[in-house]
C-alpha cells in the first residue's frame, strides 16, 4: 500500500541522510531499501495478506533498526561504522587470508600475520590484534598451542 511504502521510503532516506552527514553515521545503500521491501512482502505472506500494510513496514523498519545496533554498535554502546560487511572490511579480509593461503606456511606466528598485513597494505593501523581476533571470532583461522606451549594461527577450512 500507499503508506507502507511510505513507511520505508521515510526510514530508507533518514538512514542515507544520517549516514552522509555524520562521521559515525552507518553506510546504507539500495540493497538496505530492497531488503526491507523484501522483508516486508514476506511479513505480509507469512499473515496472509496479498499485500504489505503499514504494520508490516513499520515491524521491518524496527525489526532494521534493531539488527543495525547489533551489528554496528560496539562494547561501549557507541556506533562504530567499520563493524559490518559495509565499507570495505571483508574485503580486507578476503585479501588477508588469501595472502595467508600463498604464503606457502600452515602455522603463523603472530609476527607472521603482521608481516602479512604490511605487505598487502592492510589500512588497519592499530587495529590489528582487534583484526586478527575478529578472524578467530568468525572462525576463519584458529589459535593453537604447541606441545611446548607456543602460539601459532592456523587457517580453519
Known amino acids: 500500500t500507499a503508506d507502507a511504502a511510505t513507511v520505508l521510503h521515510e526510514y530508507f532516506m533518514k ?22 521491501i523484501r522483508l516486508s512482502q514476506a511479513r505480509a505472506k507469512a499473515c496472509l495478506r496479498p499485500m504489505v500494510i503499514r504494520e508490516d513496514a513499520e515491524d521491518v523498519v524496527e ?7 547489533q551489528v554496528h554498535t560496539d562494547e561501549n554502546g557507541s556506533i562504530d561504522r567499520r563493524r559490518g560487511g559495509v565499507g570495505g572490511k571483508s574485503k580486507h579480509k578476503r585479501q588477508f587470508l588469501e595472502a595467508m593461503r600463498k604464503s606457502g606456511i600452515s602455522e603463523f606466528k603472530k609476527s607472521d600475520l603482521q608481516q602479512i598485513a ?21 572462525n576463519e583461522i584458529m589459535l593453537k598451542r604447541s606441545l611446548d606451549g607456543q602460539t601459532f594461527y592456523t587457517l580453519e577450512y
Open 15 to 36: 538512514m542515507r541522510h544520517s549516514a552522509g552527514n555524520s562521521r559515525d553515521g552507518v553506510p546504507i545503500t539500495t540493497r538496505q531499501l530492497e531488503a526491507l
Open 63 to 69: 525489526l532494521m533498526i534493531e539488527s543495525m545496533k
Open 118 to 138: 604490511d605487505r598487502i597494505s592492510l589500512p588497519l593501523g592499530t587495529n590489528f590484534h582487534d583484526f586478527v581476533d575478529s578472524l578467530r571470532e568468525q
